[in-house]
């Protein structure tokens, strides 16, 4: 095995130096292009064996889940996993701090590295105990984080009205639109689960016009129409996190992120999202190294659980592509991917730091809203080059959703609705009666 | 606590029913009114009673126009007036809003040992409460003399900036003023009579829809809602148990407050390991070890309790603050947690 590691070494580091500049490509997430990667790997597997493929994959996952921070901050594009990350780390650049969030963000995805490391021995009983103790409950786990996330949006108004209604509605005009928001991203997907207007044959694309329209339209839109001025930014030397406070953020990261790793749906922000409650994280610092970490175990995490040799678990939209056409054998594999998510960590961490430092030389030279306008053109065309005329008309539907939050002040994570309402109803066996409420069926 | 250990502790509640299990394994979604009724007293609390509450004395103060002498003389006014007429008042300070992200800070503070009442303007803060650097304007502070005894209270600023700001009520008791922070938190919404209340929903609501388990739902929105109400009795502040029986809410327990880190940590670890346990328990063949589930598994967390409880104790000793000031304290923290969620 020792002399087959370096070539899978080498894939890997392609894989990461390879979506380090896809992720600096607002909205494109790894996935489409690992779905072409998939594609092309099953007509030319004579040139590429399945364990480099694999690692290739890793690679690029390792770095695109440390690099993904980048346009979220700088260029506000979000997607389903750095939504989290956006406001904190706009405040940030608002605050001439934008280089030091992007940092804390890998420094938490370092400190995701460090936890993979530690686990690494007990994850296969951990995980496969877990998933076959829970595998009957995932509908109703998930029904809970939904009510959960509705029941823990709390009202941001109602202070002022002659009359107690007055104040009330005044108060439940933001709740009931994240209510509405969460309702109609819920339709949005069972429209594309069950009659998507993207084509059969970009099937694996199809949640890519929603996402961004979703989260990356309404944000770049905003920051057009409000003319955003960023300061100049200061690339800081040393970060104002002493050690105490980067184990609070990973630690908190690291009980969302595997969460999200380990249970289908639940994206990387979600899970930092409960996790920074269940800790009780109140300053902007642990929440944004938790949210770096939370998201790298998301991304990382569950491809990672794909290589354990006997629980094996598929999760995750990378796992899932090449679960079709490869499985891994063997706890050599196993702990080579652990040796090279910790090689292509540590290198993506350096490659954030030196884009983070472009992307201030970007924003302090050319004016923010024409960054802006021109990241708008680009999610449009990577729209339709991925999804064609079907998914821009996805996309135009879902921007309204996502701007619901926008103007009334709720919580944008309510557009997941998209992710968690088909697949919950699925899970309960509900999916095709409510699609045939729906007409959809 | 906060909301999410409330809700955890709801939902664990729930497994504890094995046909609620089984039926969950089936399909059912029975096990959410777990959580339902887990977080349904604060629900009630933060989304509906604070906004029907009706002020007495309304501080709406202008950002251009900040008098903070002025403001300081309503609220010593208004608690004289509570003096001299023994009527109750409520006191509601409104925030001042600056745009869509910024808010003009301002702080009160009753001074129960000098008889005063003080107010002080503060930063402009963003959402979530960071000042804005040199943002801080040099304002004359407002200071006024207050006529009657009051009883002891929370005894630092308070701060008004972000959402909805705080309310106070007002009260004649033992021929002194109370200041009795939030009023609206914590009375009907917290007692046994909302969880039979919740119980009964819940089980005719099944009952209705044509469940068999109809009893078990309406037992585990009961308990569930009960299981709020006693986690709230660990703090400062207990509620108001009995209502409509009584009043008053009650005195807590006094082991932890509302927004203390580990606590929660401690009940959401546990609610979670509850639940698992649970499902493995009652599914066939169960696969945990109990020994080394509890015993290894769950270890760090009594243990990270234990050391909460030494670090606390010994801070208590060397503070000796009031019980009145540490349950203030407590609502504050929790209005807090609301506020950032």
């Known amino acids: 095995m020792n002399a087959e590691i370096l070539p899978l070494a080498l894939y890997a580091i392609v894989g990461t130096l390879l979506a380090s500049l896809l992720a600096l490509i607002p909205a494109l997430h790894v996935y489409n292009i690992a779905g072409i990667f998939i594609l092309f790997a099953v007509s030319a597997q004579k040139f590429i064996g399945g364990d480099e493929l694999a690692m290739l994959l890793l690679g690029m996952i390792v770095g695109y889940a440390m690099l993904n921070t980048v346009s979220a901050i700088f260029l506000g594009a979000p997607d389903d996993s750095t939504i989290f990350i956006v406001l904190p780390g706009q405040k940030y650049l608002l605050m001439s701090r934008g280089y030091e969030a992007a940092a804390l963000t890998g420094i938490g995805g370092l400190g995701g590295i460090v936890i993979l490391i530690l686990l690494a021995p007990f994850a296969e009983t951990l995980f496969g105990t877990l998933r076959a103790i829970v595998l009957p409950h995932l509908h109703w786990i998930l029904a809970v ?124 922000g979600v899970g930092g999202y409960l996790a920074g409650h269940a800790t009780a994280q109140r300053d902007d610092r642990v929440f944004i190294i938790s949210q770096g970490t939370s998201k790298f175990l998301y991304y990382v995490g569950a491809f990672w659980l794909f290589f354990l040799p006997a629980a094996r678990i598929v999760k995750g939209g990378m796992s899932g592509m090449l679960a079709t056409i490869y499985t891994p054998a063997g706890y050599d594999l196993y702990y080579v991917s652990v040796g090279l998510i910790a090689l292509c960590g540590v290198l993506s961490f350096f490659l954030l730091l030196l884009y983070s430092r472009a992307a201030v030389w970007l924003v302090q030279k050319v004016n923010y809203r024409y960054i802006s306008i021109a990241t708008m053109f680009l999610l449009v065309a990577l729209v339709y080059f991925f999804t064609g005329v079907g998914g821009l008309f996805v996309m135009l539907v879902a921007v309204p959703i996502g701007w619901l939050p926008v103007l009334w002040g709720s919580r944008r994570m309510n557009c997941l609705g998209v992710l968690l309402v088909p697949i919950t109803l699925n899970l309960a066996g509900l999916g095709p009666t409510v699609a045939e409420w729906l007409r959809l069926i | 606590m906060k909301g999410i250990s409330h809700f955890i502790t709801g939902v664990a509640v729930g497994t504890f029913f094995p046909d609620a299990v089984h039926a969950a394994v089936a399909g059912s979604f029975i096990l959410v009114l777990g959580g339902i009724g887990g977080l349904l007293p604060d629900t009630l609390d933060f989304k509906f009673a604070r906004f029907i509450e009706e002020p007495d004395i309304l501080i709406d103060p202008h950002p251009e126009q900040f008098e903070a002498q002025k403001i300081a003389d309503e609220i010593a006014a208004g608690i004289d007036r509570v003096g001299a007429t023994h009527k109750k008042q409520i006191l509601k300070c409104n925030t001042m809003r600056l745009g869509p992200d910024w808010w003009q800070q301002y702080s009160i503070k009753f001074d129960t040992q000098n008889g005063e009442a003080l107010v002080q303007l503060g930063p402009i803060v963003n959402t979530s409460q960071i000042p804005l650097p040199e943002s801080l304007r040099v304002s004359p502070k407002g200071r006024a003399k207050i006529h009657v005894p009051l009883l002891p209270t929370y005894g630092d600023f308070v701060t008004v900036d972000i959402f909805s700001g705080p309310s106070f009520a007002l009260e004649w008791r033992n021929d002194r003023v109370e200041i009795d922070f939030i009023p609206w938190h914590r009375q009907y919404s917290h007692s046994f009579f909302m969880a039979l209340l919740f119980g009964t929903l819940c089980g005719a609501l099944f009952f209705w829809m044509d469940h068999p388990l109809y009893v078990t739902a309406g037992l585990i929105g009961a308990f569930a809602v009960m299981a709020h109400v006693l986690e709230d009795q660990l703090g400062y502040l207990g509620s108001n148990l009995l209502w409509p029986l009584t009043k008053v809410r009650s005195t807590g ?81 929790e209005t807090q947690e609301v506020m950032d969620a």
């Not at chain 1, 509605?169 to 709740?175: F, N, S, T, V, Y």
């Not at chain 1, 905003?222 to 990973?250: E, Y």
């Open chain 2, 253 to 333: 327990m006094k082991l932890i407050h509302a927004g203390d880190a580990i606590p929660n940590f401690f009940v959401v670890g546990t609610s979670c390991m509850l639940i698992i346990f649970n499902l493995d328990r009652f599914s066939s063949p169960p696969s945990l070890d109990p020994l080394l589930y509890w015993g290894g598994l769950w270890l760090p967390f009594p243990l990270a309790l234990i050391y909460f409880f030494v670090r606390k104790f010994r801070a208590d000793v060397l503070k000796r603050i009031p019980l009145l000031a540490q349950q203030e304290g407590d609502l504050v923290a």
């Open chain 1, 145 to 268: 984080i939904i009510v959960y996330m509705l029941m823990a949006e709390w009202p941001k108004g109602g202070d002022r009205g002659a009359t107690g209604l007055a104040r009330l509605w005044d108060a439940w005009k933001g709740l009931g639109a994240g209510i509405l928001t969460f309702a109609l991203s819920g339709i949005l997907g069972m429209v594309l689960m069950y009659a998507s207007p993207v084509p059969t044959e970009r099937a694996f694309q199809n949640l890519l016009p929603a996402f961004v329209g979703l989260f990356a339209v309404p944000w770049v839109m905003d920051n057009i129409l409000s003319g955003a001025k960023i300061p100049p930014q200061h690339i800081a030397k040393t970060f104002d996190a002493p050690p105490a406070m980067i184990a609070r953020g990973v630690f908190s990261g690291a009980l969302g992120g595997l969460f999200a790793a380990f249970f289908p749906v639940v994206t990387g």
